[in-house]
């Protein structure tokens, strides 16, 4: 054997034996000390996820009705435009056609002329201080049951800004919560995510939306009567492609 | 000493949650939102007139009006008109923001020696920032490709704003069967059309049946069968110079050619031993020629799936009906996708495999009763839901976009709509006339992109 494999052996077998024996291990005080900090660093966890969860009010889904008008070609077939292409007449060819082992010459029908319609009539000026158009022509048509939520226009107006300043041009089907309080003045503040999709850049995309809304004001300020500095919201994203 | 730290402890944990409950009492409830962006979600967007010098002003208006209808056929936007104090000038955010639109399009057209020279900007509105900045050069609009090039544009800003692939710049090829016999043989052409249904040319023609002309995987070529009396043969037609060549696989019965992806093979239809089996062929190399399919049903309409792997097919080998089957690419055993329900006469044939997904498109009805219409299964769920996605009429032959979300099919005409092709979006169920005005408009099939605004730089 060799020499110091054996020495190794004999130090683990006086070690054991040492341990067994207990008087030569490690005193009650190092192990009390360990329990109690480890109780104490248990007890800050758990108060600090306590005031985390505590620090936001109970979630209530209000009723939500956002219908915008049908898209545009929508509907049964109809022509979409006065130029529309019109078949053009047959051609008809003098002989049977044999196989063509070799290139033959192409005859080109009339093609309809690319005549473009008009733009569309431009409307009446709205300028910089013109109200924003009446939500819809976005296909966005949400219904959420609930509670009746008070202020029905300034959740819409949410869900719609949410939808306008959320980018996702990745994988389908993630989900990711965040949770985030509108300030009396509509500044946005305390955002966070509270279940991730495990994509962390979509997740960091939904802080984004919700940060660059919250920086253009675009919530705006809460309804003159909310009770409360805060109004807390808790939203799911969700793209579907 | 150690009693009153545990004790400390204990009256904390106690504490916290007594703490929390006092301050929830006063204060109102938070809300819940859920914001889904489903594939019906049209951003808003508006196109901006595009400047020019007087002497080319139709032009530009010409490529506003082309990309507005472009965005609009893609399904993704909502394209907004723009108010008369914003048709020209320095682009003012808040203005725009103030209307909800979230993408901006603005640009300039110059003359240039061979053609135009387009400047684009794509606008992130609510943002407030430029997205996309980019020159383009386009033909002469007197050039058969002055439409390719502006819908090469209006694919990419589907592409920079939704990072979703664009269909413009696409064409449809389709047969059309001529409505007046020379001798009793009708005349059969070969048709093709922007995805806008502009530019209309026929291609090529025969006195005789022409069927099934599929784009090769580049867009340079196609491939259909030909019947001029003697039997079905093969022909391959190069769509730049018109070269036409008879591919021979050895039969004198083929029909339903389709390439592979790779575009170094197809697979066909031909009739051996009383009955029509799948064969595959290296077209590239005129060699090869590979049974794929062998039993004593009719087996026909062979389709690719986007990765080469499969083969979605009709054949007939359950009780004598067409029936839609997915099989490996070099044959084996093949699973049913459209529906079997004993005792009712189901009839599905002409699948065609998404070029992005494992979607089936194809034709049938359920009972003997049934007028065809068109319908949707999943190639990797044998079994699995079948959705129909027309219902008026009698509605045939679809054939995908390259963007795997719009179809081309054949509607035979209703009350209201005429006979025609018609594309629908499969993520809304809106549809729109492609060519319409005869009922012998059939077999289209939906090229790959042909240009990319990349080219144009």
Request: charged residues 20%.
């Amino acid at each position: 054997m060799n020499p110091d494999t054996a020495a190794a052996e004999a130090g683990l077998a006086h070690w054991g034996s040492g341990l067994r024996r207990g008087p030569r291990g490690p005193g009650r005080g190092p192990f009390v000390l360990s329990v109690l900090l480890h109780v104490l660093v248990a007890a800050g966890l758990w108060v600090a996820g306590l005031q985390v969860r505590h620090d936001l009010p109970e979630f209530v889904q209000y009723r939500v009705q956002l219908v915008s008008p049908p898209p545009t070609v929508e509907g049964p077939p109809r022509p979409v435009e006065t130029t529309a292409p019109v078949v053009t007449p047959p051609q008809p060819q003098p002989t049977p056609t044999p196989p063509q082992p070799t290139p033959t010459p192409q005859t080109q029908a009339a093609q309809p002329k690319p005549v473009e319609a008009k733009p569309a009539e431009p409307k009446p000026a709205q300028g910089a201080e013109a109200r924003p158009a009446p939500v819809g022509g976005e296909n966005i048509n949400i219904a959420m049951e609930g509670q009746e939520f008070p202020y029905p226009e300034y959740l819409q107006n949410i869900l719609l800004q949410l939808k306008r300043y959320f980018r996702w041009g990745g994988a389908a089907n993630l989900s990711a919560q965040v949770v985030f309080y509108i300030r009396r003045d509509g500044g946005v503040d305390g955002i966070d995510v509270i279940a991730g999709s495990g994509n962390f850049r979509f997740d960091l995309q939904a802080i984004e939306a919700v940060e660059q809304a919250g920086r253009a004001k675009a919530f705006g300020p809460l309804p003159r009567d909310w009770q409360g500095e805060r109004l807390y919201i808790l939203n799911t994203f969700e793209p579907q492609r | 000493m150690r009693r009153p730290l545990l004790l400390s402890c204990a009256l904390l944990l106690a504490a916290a949650p007594l703490a929390a409950q006092q301050q929830d009492t006063a204060r109102p409830p938070g809300i819940r939102l859920t914001t889904r962006y489903d594939v019906a979600t049209r951003t808003a967007i508006a196109v901006r007139p595009f400047s020019a010098p007087p002497a080319i002003a139709a032009v530009a208006d010409s490529i506003t009006t082309i990309l507005q209808r472009d965005l609009e056929y893609s399904g993704r936007y909502n394209v907004l008109p723009v108010p008369g104090s914003l048709l020209s000038g320095r682009v003012d955010y808040r203005q725009w923001n103030a209307l909800n639109v979230v993408y901006l399009v603005t640009g300039a057209v110059s003359a240039t020696a061979s053609g135009y020279e387009l400047a684009l900007t794509v606008h992130d509105v609510v943002y407030g920032r430029v997205r996309d900045e980019q020159t383009l050069r386009l033909p002469a609009a007197t050039s058969g490709e002055f439409r390719l090039a502006v819908h090469a544009a209006s694919d990419d800003i589907v592409r920079s704003t939704l990072s979703a692939p664009g269909i413009a710049a696409t064409r449809i090829a389709f047969t059309r069967k001529n409505p007046r016999s020379e001798g009793g043989i009708y005349t059969y052409d070969v048709l093709v059309v922007d995805a806008d249904g502009f530019n209309l040319r026929r291609i090529g023609g025969a006195s005789g049946q022409i069927y099934s002309p599929a784009w090769s995987p580049d867009g340079s070529r196609l491939l259909y069968a030909v019947n001029t009396g003697g039997g079905w043969r093969l022909v391959e037609r190069e769509l730049a110079g018109g070269q036409v060549r008879t591919i021979d696989v050895g039969s004198s019965m083929v029909t339903t050619p389709t390439y592979a992806p790779d575009g170094s093979r197809i697979a066909f239809a031909a009739w051996r031993e009383n009955n029509w089996e799948l064969f595959e062929y290296n077209i590239a190399e005129n060699c090869c020629l590979r049974r794929l399919t062998s039993d004593r049903a009719d087996d026909i309409s062979p389709s690719y799936a986007r990765d080469g792997s499969r083969i979605a097919f009709m054949s007939s080998r359950v009780g004598g009906m067409p029936h839609i089957f997915v099989m490996p690419a070099q044959g084996g055993a093949a699973l049913a996708i459209s529906p079997y329900v004993h005792g009712q006469r189901g009839y599905y044939t002409s699948p065609d495999l998404s070029p992005t997904g494992s979607e089936v498109a194809f034709h049938g009805h359920w009972n003997s009763r049934g007028t065809y219409q068109i319908m949707l299964a999943d190639a990797g769920r044998p079994g699995g839901q079948v959705r129909q996605i027309t219902s008026e009429g009698a509605n045939e032959d679809p054939s995908w976009a390259p963007d795997g979300r719009h179809l081309v099919y054949t509607h035979a005409g209703v009350r209201g709509s005429e006979p025609g092709l018609y594309v629908i979006d499969t993520a809304t169920g809106s549809r729109r006339p492609l060519a319409t005005g005869s009922a012998g408009m059939r077999l289209a099939d939906w090229s790959p992109p042909l240009l990319r605004a990349a080219q144009l730089r």
